[in-house]
Nanobody, 122 residues
Framework: QVQLVESGGGLVQAGGSLRLSCAAS????????MGWFRQAPGKDREFVAA????????GYADSVKGRFTISRDNAKNTVYLQMNSLKPEDTAVYAC???????????????WGQGTQVTVSS
């Protein structure tokens, strides 16, 4: 019922910023909680941030707290991840996901995008 497509990834220097977008299509996007996850080469998928259906509640991994901001615009069927003060360890493929509730566990999500590459150079 929900299709997700990420965009906005690229190459950036340490200390720089990127904004990722996740465009959704489907009948009930606004009713879903959304999450961002990332996976670096040789590492497991890692929770980054999540947001409730209304956008009122957000949660972040400790590693990105204070640097990343998740937001959503339900009128545009889009969720964003603003990434500031980027570090080389942020390098990963970033994917968005939709689920019933915001959660740090990737298994709780029902729909996934293909991901977008973020590379942070030192």
């Amino acid at each position: 019922q929900v299709q997700l497509v990420e965009s906005g990834g690229g190459l950036v220097q340490a200390g720089g910023s990127l904004r990722l977008s996740c465009a959704a299509s489907g009948r009930t996007f606004s009713s879903y909680a959304m999450g961002w996850f990332r996976q670096a080469p040789g590492k497991d998928r890692e929770f980054v941030a999540a947001i409730s259906w209304s956008g009122a509640n957000t949660g972040y991994a400790d590693s990105v707290k204070g640097r990343f901001t998740i937001s959503r615009d339900n009128a545009k069927n889009t969720v964003y991840l603003q990434m500031n003060s980027l570090k080389p360890e942020d390098t990963a493929v970033y994917a968005c996901a939709a689920g019933i509730r915001p959660d740090s566990n990737y298994a709780r999500y029902d729909y996934w995008g293909q991901g977008t590459q973020v590379t942070v150079s030192s």
